[in-house]
């Protein structure tokens, strides 16, 4: 038999990954029942076969890059005619031009076959799907593919829920419903709605993973929202009623007499809408005491004769 790496056409780098590719592409080619029955197409396939059972198997890969076993997975100087073994791996028995079938044979103890998770019958479920059910076994049922779809929502849509359309990647356009308080990152799963099933199987799902757009006021802490309270240093001293943006309009909100930057302010229920059985969080106003952009005189000129009898440094140690 020839070099397994040689017959899959992988390199003897070649990680498992790389190798089960190689081998899935080169059974689905080569299958015996796209080919008509053709003798050098079962001679072809068997040889691919053989070679991955050697390849395919972590212990086996290993035993024969050492030299301990040939081709074949035989011990180095182990003749199968001389045992009454033929064919390989696979032990083909031919009786006929048109008897033809593979039986899988453990020769590496009752794992081998099953190398990463990976069992030969799944690949030929899977060619025999594909060629409509022709040949002597039946595709064993499978779920379709799911699919992973990104898309982004704005804040005020993740606070309030929504509709947004998405298209699949079999092309089909869906609505699908965004509902209130999405968290940033969360997926959204429609269930049926991903790949159709083989075989009789269920279809696979869709799972919608959604970012929330960042917004240039709010700020999200669980079921609460925070925003930054520009004031003006008259109102900041004197106290008084200021409007604050909020997820559902605008509010009037009390700024207490001697508020310093930093103060914050609660409106309760502002916050992210009461949804599922979960409350309405609350907003929270950050005072900013900010000056006026352009110079102003008077503030200017009273500054300059306000004696600021005070030293708010002294906070800091």
Do not use: C
Request: no cysteine; charged share 25%.
């Amino acid at each position: 038999m020839r070099d397994p790496y040689e017959v899959l056409g992988v390199s003897k780098n070649a990680g498992e990954a790389e190798i089960k590719k190689a081998f899935r592409s080169l059974a689905k080619k080569h299958h015996p029942d796209t080919k008509g029955g053709d003798k050098a197409a079962q001679k072809r396939f068997q040889e691919i076969s053989a070679a991955y059972d050697i390849l395919g198997d972590k212990d086996k890969r290993a035993k024969f890059d050492a030299g301990q076993i040939d081709a074949g997975g035989n011990p180095r100087g182990f003749d199968p005619r001389a045992h009454g073994f033929e064919g390989g791996p696979f032990g083909q028995r031919g009786s006929g031009p048109g008897d033809f079938h593979f039986t899988w044979t453990n020769q590496g103890g009752p794992h081998a076959a099953q190398a990463e998770g990976f069992r030969p019958e799944d690949l030929f479920a899977d060619l025999l799907g594909g060629l409509g059910g022709r040949g002597r076994g039946r595709a064993q049922p499978a779920q379709g593919q799911d699919f992973v779809i990104q898309t982004m929502v704005s804040f005020e849509e993740a606070a309030s829920g929504g509709t947004r359309r998405v298209v699949l990647p079999n092309g089909e356009q869906i609505d699908v419903k965004i509902p209130p308080g999405l968290k940033d990152g969360q997926q959204i799963r429609l269930k049926g709605r991903g790949g159709a099933g083989r075989a009789g199987g269920p279809p696979g799902d869709v799972m919608i993973q959604v970012t929330v757009a960042p917004h240039p006021y709010f700020a999200r802490d669980g079921r609460d929202v925070k925003v930054d309270l520009p004031v003006t240093l008259k109102e900041a001293v004197l106290g008084a009623k200021v409007p604050v943006r909020t997820l559902s309009g605008t509010v009037s909100l009390s700024v207490p007499p001697g508020s310093n930057s930093g103060t914050v302010l609660r409106l309760k229920g502002k916050g992210m809408p009461a949804h599922a059985g979960e409350p309405a969080g609350d907003l929270y106003a950050r005072v900013v005491v900010t000056l006026p952009d352009q110079p102003d005189a008077e503030l200017r000129k009273f500054a300059q004769e306000w004696p600021a009898a005070y030293d708010p440094r002294t906070k800091l140690g």
